[in-house]
Every structure is written in structure tokens, then in C-alpha cells.
């Protein structure tokens, strides 16, 4: 299994729509993994860290499933503004020195 | 905003030509990032920095070389750009006792 992996989509879906996207990690120790969301030719942006318990921010939710090792990011009501990639994070080390990202999933909602 | 710039913004050089891209903060962060982004590949590693003079190797760090004398300032120096090297490229930096990274606003390097 390849470190980070995630559907590269792009998903199409309208708005107000729930959308889930999964990641499946290997060879991580950590105890928070992440959420970064990128917008066309711009920098990636912490979109949420991800705990052994969840972890929600309004329409975005996020799991973490050790046993299976996958991380989840659900968004209800979908808005224009969230068309971007988003990318899974897993640190490589328990010290959070250096991190492996995830080639993104591409979400597009449409009116 | 983390404080981060990077330049130049915008890049075009022949290849063979030595290339240096900097990356400033404001905020005296020990670690600091180099990544390179490609189509099909995601954010790649280059090199790191812990502190100053203190640096180590990313997955990708073959042709690159770095350079951290203050601080505040990573330099990612391409000693004979290829065309391979043709990418764009972020800075970022972890803030201390934080365990996430945030990133400058990249440079997009084209090597003719």
C-alpha cells in the first residue's frame, strides 16, 4: 500500500449535497492526522486536524479509523466556494517533523 | 497568515543556469520546508530545516541543495536546472509545538 492514498475524483456534485471523501494511510504512528484544502494554483490551507475522536467545524467532519487506517472528510450542504482539492496528511513520525500528503481529491459543486 | 514569502513568485531560466528560490518568515520558526508540486505526483519533499544549519533530505532532494544561515531565511538553490525541474515550488514552515505545516504562496519554475 502506497503511503497516502486518496480518489483523485473529481467528484461533481450540487449545491447543498453531502459529499464524503476517504484517505488509507500506511506505516503511521501518529495521533492526529489532517485535512488541507487547496485552491487552483494557490498554496494548500489547514483545513482540519483529525483526532483519535473526530473532529467537526460546522458543515466539515472529520474520522479517524486506526484499526483500518483511513481518515474521512464529510461536508454537508455543499457550497460553491468549497470547489478545491483536498488533501490527506499523515505525518510520517510522532514528532510531526516531516508530513506525507496525499495527491488530493478534486471536488467541484455546481449550481 | 503565517508571516511567509517567497521569491521570486514567477520563474523562466535555460536550462543549465543555477537557480536560487528564498523563502522568508516573519515569526523565527526552527523548521522550515521545501516541497516541489506536479501534476500526477502531489507535494514531493525536497530538503527540511530544524534549525539554523541544520537541514536534512526529502524524498525527492537529488539536484537540489539548501542553505539556512539566519532563521528566517531557506534558500533552495537548483545548481544546473533541468527541465524536469520545471514545477512549482512551496516554502512552509511548522510552528513551534505545533504539529501542522503552513505554506507560502509558491513559485512556479519553468526550465527551457
Known amino acids: 500500500r502506497k503511503e497516502v492514498e486518496q480518489d483523485p475524483g473529481p467528484f461533481n456534485v450540487p449545491e447543498g449535497a453531502t459529499v464524503a471523501f476517504n484517505c488509507t494511510y500506511s506505516n503511521s504512528a501518529s495521533q492526529s492526522f489532517f485535512w488541507y484544502r487547496q485552491d487552483c494554483r494557490k498554496e494548500p490551507k489547514l483545513l482540519m486536524s483529525v483526532y483519535s475522536s473526530g473532529n467537526e467545524d460546522g458543515r466539515f467532519t472529520a474520522q479517524l479509523n486506526r484499526a483500518s487506517q483511513y481518515i474521512s472528510l464529510l461536508i454537508r450542504d455543499s457550497k460553491l466556494s468549497d470547489s478545491a482539492t483536498y488533501l490527506c496528511v499523515v505525518p510520517r513520525d510522532s514528532g510531526y517533523s516531516t508530513l506525507t500528503f496525499g495527491k488530493g481529491t478534486m471536488l467541484l459543486v455546481s449550481p | 497568515d503565517a508571516g511567509i514569502t517567497q521569491s521570486p513568485r514567477h520563474k523562466v531560466t535555460e536550462t543549465g543556469t543555477p537557480v536560487t528560490l528564498r523563502c522568508h518568515q516573519t515569526?523565527?520558526?526552527?523548521?522550515m520546508y521545501w516541497y516541489r508540486q506536479d501534476p500526477g505526483h502531489g507535494l514531493r519533499l525536497i530538503h527540511y530545516s530544524y534549525g539554523v544549519k541544520d537541514t536534512d533530505k526529502g524524498e525527492v532532494s537529488d539536484g537540489y541543495s539548501v542553505s539556512r544561515s539566519k532563521t528566517e531565511d531557506f534558500l533552495l538553490t537548483l545548481e544546473s536546472a533541468t527541465s524536469s525541474q520545471t514545477s512549482v515550488y512551496f516554502c512552509a514552515i511548522r510552528r513551534d509545538s505545533q504539529e501542522t505545516q503552513y505554506f507560502g504562496p509558491g513559485t512556479r519554475l519553468l526550465v527551457l
Open positions: 515569526e523565527n520558526h526552527r523548521y
